[in-house]
């Protein structure tokens, strides 16, 4: 009979590369995964793992056992999710990984529900919005992540994992209150704000490099970036008090913050997508699909609440 806890450390090898990296992610020592692996070996009667100089590498035999690891570790978790829902329960962890405004809007909200219907269920909740959090999910490190996606700037899709577009909202311009540009309250000219500084996020964020391609492209200026946050709260008081400009997502309501003013942009049509990620078949899992219904069902409510926004599912 195949050892669950040892088809884990040969998958976490496939996946990760290095036994170091393999001892970090479970908890272990090098050496006890490097036993464990042995242990492995001597069960089945053939070599899975070979050294490749100072590393260890995974044999065709490995290979194609780590492929079944993954299918038998997916399965093990499903059936015992699937047992406990059988009897009215829905247990586990589910970890969900997100941008701010996000984890505030859609996710936060829903979780009082959650923890109401399923006491058993635990949500972790992770504030993280660089590229790597595919990764983590790849890697199942997450079970759930949340992203945000411009249409000029496309997150790639991976065979892995499913992605979800569940909100389409614009893009608007937070400016301080009383700035000449938003005196008329009508639309703004991007090209009018050629030399006003700006604050965004931080470099590796959409949210960044959405400014600068839409300041070059449509507007035909580089964008003089003071200030870098991805801190609602901090953007938006650099917005009042150093006067700085900001393009901002409609859900943000950048309006509700004193001192700023919130206008459309005339000169461009920029949206913004909210996505959620999971690895492909995870919403078997009772705990990933009660979590991934929550968060459809938040963004229905915060689409009646915001006509701007557009639901997509």
């Known amino acids: 009979m195949l050892d669950l806890a040892r088809l884990r450390v040969l998958r976490e090898l496939k996946t990760r590369g290095t036994v170091g990296a393999v001892a970090q992610a479970l908890g272990y020592t090098p050496s006890a995964v490097s036993q464990q692996l042995a242990r492995l070996q001597q069960e089945l009667g053939v070599p899975l793992v070979e050294r490749a100089g100072r590393r260890l590498r995974l044999t065709e035999a490995g290979e194609v056992l780590a492929d079944h690891a993954e299918a038998l570790l997916a399965r093990a978790q499903q059936a015992e999710e699937e047992t406990a829902a059988a009897s009215g ?39 993280e919005e660089f590229v790597r959090v595919l990764q983590a999910l790849v890697l199942r490190e997450v079970d759930i992540v949340i992203t945000d996606e411009y249409s000029a700037l496309p997150r790639p899709r991976r065979p892995e994992l499913t992605a979800e577009p569940l909100i389409t909202e614009p893009m608007r311009l937070a400016l301080p209150e009383g700035h000449p540009a938003a005196a008329s309250g009508g639309p703004v000219r991007l090209a009018d704000l050629a030399r006003e500084t700006w604050v965004t996020g931080h470099p590796g964020t959409n949210h960044a490099e959405l400014l600068e391609r839409a300041c070059v492209d449509l507007a035909g200026f580089r964008p003089d970036i003071r200030h870098r946050s991805n801190d609602i709260h901090v953007i938006m008081a650099l917005v009042r008090h150093a006067g700085a400009a900001c393009l ?32 492909i078949g995870a919403d078997v899992r009772p705990s990933v699909r009660v979590v991934l219904e929550a968060l459809r069902g938040s963004a229905a409510e915060l689409t009646e609440r915001f006509p701007s926004l557009a639901l997509l599912i």
């Open 89 to 127: 329960r829905v247990v586990g962890v589910v970890r969900v990984v997100g941008y701010q405004t996000a984890l505030i809007n859609l996710l936060a909200p829903v979780l009082p529900g959650l923890a109401r219907r399923h006491p058993e269920l635990t949500v972790e909740v992770i504030d």
């Open 248 to 279: 901002f997502p409609d859900v943000g309501r950048a309006e509700s913050f004193p001192g700023v003013v919130v206008r459309d942009l005339a000169d461009a049509e920029l949206r913004r997508h909210i996505v959620v990620w999971t690895r």
